[in-house]
């Protein structure tokens, strides 16, 4: 049965703030910082940029358009454009189940962190303490064994602030809660840079991150890590915006929230990429050694990197890991409540369950997942398998499938346009089309195409092809599965969802033809 009524944001800005949120996370701090060293430094500006605006954006608009017109979760706007076309929700929705699962779990990790950074607790190896101390990660994956109660419990307490606010709903949990987090953020961040670049050799990194290497625009791999950096960091191609805009009201500007939200998350990343090499510039002038010896991102640079600076640090030490890793769990948090919402949103049109019957439900069952996995001794390695095949081969071919579907099979973009345009005050022209239904989907092949000639080459991270065939292919031709399966089982009230699927197609191809 189909909610009747949908819920709303209270406003525009609360539109804005949680979609922010959702898109600025752990990525926008310990990854893009490394993939502009690594690719061009200051030049990977220009490819970066570019890729925002002809793949970032429009994408955004596309999810925005999608979700206001059907007012509706991924899988029922996707099923009201075309009846096949809800196996592509139904997939994003297994997408966003697996992220959940293991993003937690860093967060967890974070809060962790936090309380460390006040004691130094990780001493002079901050490397072992992780692993060994902290973590007690086993040497190779296996069955699930052993417990670690410090990593259970702010896992716990992560799960549990989730939940509470999802229950609370749209407008008393999600917006009010982003209306407290983004802001906090970024006095937190903004503090913490103020903090780095008063270090020693906080110029010298960086310069390594600005100076720009022009040599490296003319190497094809530049612009598809751009593109690539871009796509998983504005939280687009696995249902969240489609989600998050079906919660707007009937006026809204969505090429206008769609810049600012776009380019809001890449602010961000530059203030990210200033905060984390001025922190690197001051460890490698520390020891003596170049930039590049100490780069690194991820993991490694969130708590080994990090805690060694921290350590190293003439004073306010502990602050500035205080600043840092509060950072990360805010960021985290503000995106895993984005995630988590796309399940319960679904379930709820599928169903017709209530908001808090929902979320204990659903929620509850993805942090029990949770749960059950991470705090063990082969957590870590599930998390690395996990987050490597679910982002290359769920959300990319996702978001490539999506596109293949509705702009060259059902052609649905003109109608998407018009949709857009007749709600915004920047009408999108010729460009948004060519971008979504040419540009993108080569650029997405051609990363997919590269990605597997790497994957097959060599097993990743030197893991067993047993274990990567059942947590990592597994995992994700399991999503695909799952998203047929359930685009195959009837909705109930099926005489009313048909109607109401006659009418929006109906509708479609009037406006089209318009």
Request: glycine share 10%; charged share 10%.
């Amino acid at each position: 049965m189909v909610q009747q009524t949908r819920e709303q944001w209270g406003t525009r800005a609360g539109f804005l703030m949680a979609a922010i949120g959702s898109a600025v996370g752990l990525g926008n701090i310990w990854r893009f910082p490394y993939i502009a060293y690594d690719n061009g430094g200051g030049a990977f500006l220009v490819p970066y940029l570019v890729a925002l605006l002809t793949a970032g954006i429009p994408l955004l608009i596309l999810e925005y358009a999608i979700g206001h017109r059907y007012r509706s979760s991924a899988p029922l706007s996707y099923r009201r454009i075309a009846r096949p076309a809800e196996a592509i929700g139904w997939w994003q929705v297994a997408i966003c189940f697996v992220i959940a699962v293991y993003y937690g779990a860093i967060i967890a990790w974070s809060a962790s962190y936090v309380w460390f950074s006040l004691t130094k607790a990780w001493g002079q190896d901050p490397n072992g303490f992780f692993f060994g101390d902290y973590l007690q990660m086993s040497e190779a994956p296996g069955g699930i064994t052993g417990y670690v109660p410090a990593v259970a419990w702010p896992l716990i307490a992560v799960w549990a602030v989730v939940l509470a606010i999802l229950a609370l709903g749209v407008r008393k949990g999600i917006e009010k809660a982003n209306r407290i987090f983004i802001p906090l953020l970024v006095v937190l961040f903004l503090i913490m840079v103020v903090q780095a670049l008063t270090l020693d050799g906080s110029a010298t990194g960086l310069n390594a991150l600005f100076t720009p290497d022009w040599s490296a625009m003319a190497n094809g791999s530049v612009w598809v890590a751009a593109y690539g950096q871009i796509f998983f960091s504005l939280s687009i191609g696995f249902g969240i915006m489609v989600t998050y805009a079906s919660y707007l009201k009937r006026k809204a500007d969505l090429t206008g929230s769609a810049l600012v939200a776009g380019f809001a998350n890449s602010s961000f990343e530059l203030l990210a990429g200033i905060g984390v090499f001025a922190a690197l510039g001051f460890m490698a002038t520390a020891a003596g050694t170049a930039v590049d010896q100490v780069a690194t991102s991820g993991i490694g640079l969130a708590f080994i990197a990090f805690p060694q600076i921290i350590s190293t640090l003439p004073w306010g030490g502990s602050v500035f890991g205080v600043l840092f890793f509060a950072s990360l769990v805010i960021a985290g948090l503000s995106s895993l409540i984005s995630i988590v919402e796309v399940v319960i949103s679904a379930v709820r049109d599928r169903t017709g369950m209530g908001r808090v019957q929902s979320t204990l439900l659903v929620g509850g069952l993805i942090a029990l997942v949770s749960i059950l996995i991470f705090p063990t001794h082969q957590g870590l390695h599930y998390l690395d398998v996990f987050d490597h095949f679910i982002n290359q081969y769920g959300i990319a071919l996702a978001a490539l499938v999506m596109l293949l579907v509705f702009g060259w099979i059902l052609r649905r973009l003109p109608v998407f346009q018009k949709h857009a345009n007749s709600v915004s005050s920047l009408r999108l022209g010729a460009w948004w089309r060519i971008t979504l239904g040419i540009l993108t989907p080569v650029l997405l092949g051609f990363m997919m195409w590269d990605s597997l000639r790497a994957e097959l080459a060599e097993n990743y991270g030197g893991y067993s092809e047993a274990f990567l065939l059942t947590a990592g292919w597994g995992v994700a031709i399991g999503a695909i599965v799952f998203g047929a399966i359930m685009a195959l089982i009837p909705w109930r009230r099926a005489d009313e969802m048909a109607a109401a699927d006659a009418r929006n197609t109906a509708a479609d191809t009037e406006e089209g033809e318009r």
